[in-house]
């Protein structure tokens, strides 16, 4: 029998799961009771997702601890993969209790608790350690746990007295009898700095100048350590002695932009401290960038950093002398002057124009015309000795500028010095400037971005500008023609793809915009800030079988989170990287309340309900269930976090057209009360499929967050034609607003429909019965009615594409599942769950008459809504020749309906 057991290990280790499952099962006919068996059939059953087989082994294990080490070890390795870590630390501590004399396993049992998360119990766990084996490792695992447990403590105002009083002082006692580290030191600081005894750093960082705890310094001289001391010094108020460390940090580094951030931040406080020595003390800071920009200048090629503080510290001291004379050093360079020095050396970088923009955008209107003409001025001047890479960058700059002061682009602002023709339309300027740039990078790489993208980028941003001014999509049409363009010289320009893939969405073509995005290879952590740009429409536009594979990544990412992190976590420990575990911690936080993270399980499970056909229900329904509970959904709400970077397409707008604060408020808050909207739905359909009587009540909840969805779009957007440029164009268009009402009526007649499938077993009697059939016939006809006659607007030829197709997404979302819960409730009916329950209390003669009499109902409905699908389809079809828009995934479902 071993040599069975040893077949089927090896058949895993070689990834055979389903043989060594068959193996393990063959010898558990003979032998039973075969306990090492048993465990393998769980690891395999755990390995193939079939969880509802494993269930039973589960709780026979959790009842049912093995003494044998083999299946004890089969068991870890199972748990550990399932992520079942308290489970996990269990078996560690029983295998460490059968060999008292292995510290490893001791060791992974620590592990394990910390994977689960349980910071009193590793705290316990490290103390153990400590005891039986006196190294200061565990010490130091001691005090990062009870670190970990006072910084929840003094979270909570009901325990934050217990952390302050008993907790940190703990750490900081526990910490001065190990042996000290570089890592160790940062873990002290760490408890020191929670205690808020940033003089005590202070002399921490002293004594290890000192060598008193090495014969080396265990945090040596550099950014770190200067960045703490500034940070320490601010906070005790000693802001001289800040302005010096900054100083003498810039001394060492001229390119320290943090370094520059203290020592304005320094010159504030001792401005704001004593106001009549201002003067004085703003002299002595403009003596010394004025030194720092001066030896810097010298160099072949001077430092961004230093010509960045000339422009900052130029806008502070306005702000700080306010009515005072200029200072003894002399009048300060012109906000345009120090521009133009910046842009004469690193005009021709891609960072000139985020560096500036903010200095930029507080020209007077009688400094933009002459900072553009001395730009110009400029890129002429070098034109003669610069390569013609270099003054295509300084001329994409310039148009940025010209673009953010709202002046127009012209060649005679921004074209050859020998350019004789002037032309006045911008994307004709754009376009040559564009078609003019490609020679010049004939020989850069594929992965390298061409020198004159930008071009394209502002180019098409225009005319965007101009179809939100007039509706037509031949401006639309355009920019994605120039942009194509771009994109086959520069195939790995980020901004290119964003811009196709916001401008196909737009115009319904799903499919190109998925390619692009697939191009820009968007992976992992980098999907929660900037997946929304194409995850947000797949629904819509009806993408899904685009859509459900690259949906289930992301989910997948995710899912992997859960068990990366706590990895991660164990390996702080075990390389006594501490001052990484909050990183960590934050990163699981983000994570586990990422509302990107919530959109894609629910969309995913949505696209998969309408999809499934009969066979696969029941494990879709089951799926359902893993989005939270109503009730818990709305506290998640309270923590759900949007890490959606709107400002990641870079369209160069004018500040006009740039989305506000306000605009950028009110579209987070819209998107999350819609995905949490969307969450409801999914829990209610779940609980209808599954005959849970848990969604009568969910149904509350989500009538609940549909009203905060219309709440909030009802107030409107304040700039309509921004919203483009951050990326949104799902949930804020208009029907939504037509189309959302339909959907969350549905809802509540199937709520009715669910009730009165539970009443006709009660034997439910004449008249309010009929009434009640009668109620949810009608409420069905009207609002399938109400469907069809929403959508006669979308024929409409000069309705925007994307409104077209996403309006068809929802009426056959809509369809699907009332023609999915009409037969589940039927059948419902049909098999009498609850007469056979209750046999004894109901006529049986008048429940089965009620039954009949609703089913009849659900028949008469049902053909309701295939007769609406038939009528839907037909429209389809037009609404797809109109548009010129794909519809097929969309035909598929209404001539295919799901069902139970």
């Known amino acids: ?70 299946a004890l070890r089969t068991l870890v390795t199972c748990y550990r993969q399932q992520g079942l870590h308290l489970e996990t630390a269990a078996l560690y501590q029983t295998l460490a209790e059968n060999d008292p004399s292995d510290q490893e396993l001791k060791v992974q049992h620590f592990m394990a608790l910390v994977r689960a998360g349980d910071a009193k119990a590793y705290d316990r766990a490290a103390t153990n350690l400590f005891k039986l084996y006196k190294d200061d490792k565990y010490l130091a695992w001691q005090v990062m746990a009870k670190l970990v447990q006072a910084k929840q403590a003094a979270s909570n105002p009901a325990t934050s007295k217990l952390a302050t009083a008993v907790l940190f002082p703990v750490c900081e006692k526990t910490l001065a009898k190990v042996t000290m580290t570089a890592e160790r030191l940062k873990l002290l600081i760490l408890v020191l700095e929670s205690q808020k005894k940033y003089a005590d750093i202070l002399q921490l960082l002293a004594d290890d100048a000192e060598h008193k705890f090495a014969e080396q310094q265990l945090i040596p001289p550099g950014n770190e350590r200067t960045l703490l001391k500034i940070e320490c010094l601010k906070h005790l108020d000693d802001v001289d002695q800040a302005q010096a460390v900054a100083v003498q940090t ?33 002299a002595d800071v403009d003596q010394v960038v004025a030194t720092l920009v001066a030896s810097d200048l010298e160099q072949p090629v001077p430092k961004r950093g230093v010509l960045l503080a000339q422009l900052k510290w130029g806008l502070e001291r306005v702000k700080l002398l306010g009515s005072q004379p200029s200072t003894t050093v002399g009048t300060w360079p012109t906000l345009v002057d ?38 110009r001025a400029a890129i002429d001047a070098n034109a003669a000795t610069d390569p013609e890479w270099k003054t295509i960058l300084r001329r994409v700059s310039l148009v940025k500028y010209a673009r953010a002061l709202a002046k127009p682009i012209t060649l005679s602002l921004v074209g050859p010095a020998d350019e004789s023709e002037e032309c006045q339309d911008e994307i004709q300027v754009l376009t040559r400037l564009f078609e003019d740039s490609i020679p010049a990078g004939a020989e850069l790489k594929p992965s390298e971005l061409q020198y004159g993208d930008e071009y394209a980028s502002i180019a098409a941003s225009i005319l965007y500008e101009k179809y939100a001014d007039n509706g037509k999509v031949e401006y639309l ?60 429409h797949l629904f819509a536009l009806g993408g899904f079988d685009l859509a459900v594979p690259l949906l289930a990544r992301v989910c997948k990412f995710f899912q992997q989170g859960d068990s990366d992190i706590p990895e991660f976590l164990c390996q702080a420990y075990q390389y006594e990287t501490y001052h990484k575990i909050e990183e960590f911690e934050r990163f699981k936080d983000r994570l ?35 989005i939270p509970a109503q009730a818990d959904i709305r506290a998640l709400g309270e923590t759900l976090r949007d890490n959606s970077q ?35 739905l999914l829990r209610s359909l779940a609980a209808m499929l599954e005959a849970d009587p848990s969604f009568f009540d969910g149904v509350d909840l989500l009538n609940e967050a549909y009203s905060t969805v219309w709440e909030i779009q009802s107030t409107g957007c304040a700039a309509s034609r921004n919203i483009f440029a951050a990326g949104i164009a799902g949930p804020c268009t208009r029907m939504l607003s037509q189309l959302l009402p339909q959907q969350c009526s549905l809802v509540n007649v199937l709520t009715s429909l669910r009730a009165m499938a539970q009443l006709t077993v009660a034997g439910t009697r004449g008249e309010q019965l009929k009434t009640a059939c009668a109620d949810i016939e009608s409420s069905f006809t009207t609002i399938l009615s109400d469907l069809m006659g929403a959508l006669e607007a979308v024929v409409d030829p000069a309705l925007l594409p994307y409104n077209a197709i996403h309006a068809c997404t929802q009426a056959a979302e809509l369809l699907a599942f009332a023609h999915l819960c009409v037969l589940t409730a039927r059948a419902f009916v049909e098999e009498q769950k609850y007469v056979q329950q209750q046999t004894e209390s109901v006529n049986k003669k008048t429940a089965k008459q009620a039954a009949t009499q609703l089913v009849a109902v659900c028949d008469r409905v049902v053909a309701v809504i295939k007769e609406t699908a038939t009528e839907f389809a037909s429209k389809l079809e037009v609404i797809a020749t109109t548009h010129s828009v794909n519809l097929d995934s969309v035909l598929d479902i209404v001539r295919h309906l799901p069902q139970p």
């Open 1 to 70: 029998m071993s040599a069975k057991i040893k077949s089927a290990r090896d058949a895993i280790d070689d990834g055979r799961v389903k043989p060594a499952l068959d193996i393990v099962n063959r010898v558990l006919k003979r032998t039973p009771d075969n306990v090492e068996a048993k465990a393998l059939q769980l690891m395999c059953l755990m390995m193939l997702h079939r969880t509802a087989e494993a269930q039973p082994l589960l709780e026979y294990f959790s009842k049912n601890v093995p003494t044998e080490p083999v």
């Open 592 to 626: 586990a309340n990422s509302q990107h993270n919530l959109n894609c399980r629910v969309e995913n499970l949505m696209m998969s309900l309408m999809r499934t056909k009969t066979s696969g229900m029941r494990s879709v329904a089951a799926s359902m269930c893993t």
């Open 250 to 282: 810039l001394q060492a580094n001229h390119d320290d932009w943090n370094a520059f951030l203290a020592l304005f931040d320094a010159t504030q406080r001792r401005v704001a401290a004593d106001p009549s020595a201002a003067v004085a003390v703003i």
């Open 338 to 375: 120090s521009l133009l020095m910046y842009f004469t050396y690193f005009g021709h970088k891609r960072c000139c124009y985020p560096d500036t923009i903010a200095f930029v955008d507080t020209l007077q209107d009688g400094d933009t015309t002459q900072f553009l003409k001395q730009c």
């Open 646 to 680: 709107f400002g990641v397409m870079d369209t160069f707008t004018e500040p006009k057209s740039r989305l506000s604060e306000a605009d950028e408020q009110h579209i987070r808050k819209l998107r999350r009360a819609f995905v949490l909207y969307r969450a409801h």
């Open 477 to 536: 049409r355009e920019a994605i023609e120039l942009l194509e363009a771009a994109c086959v010289k520069s195939a790995f320009n980020p901004q290119l793809r964003i811009f196709l893939v916001k401008l196909h969405c737009l115009l319904g073509n799903i499919s190109a915009a998925h390619t692009h995005w697939q191009s820009m290879e968007v992976k992992q952590i980098q999907d929660d800030s900037v997946g929304y740009v194409l995850s947000d």
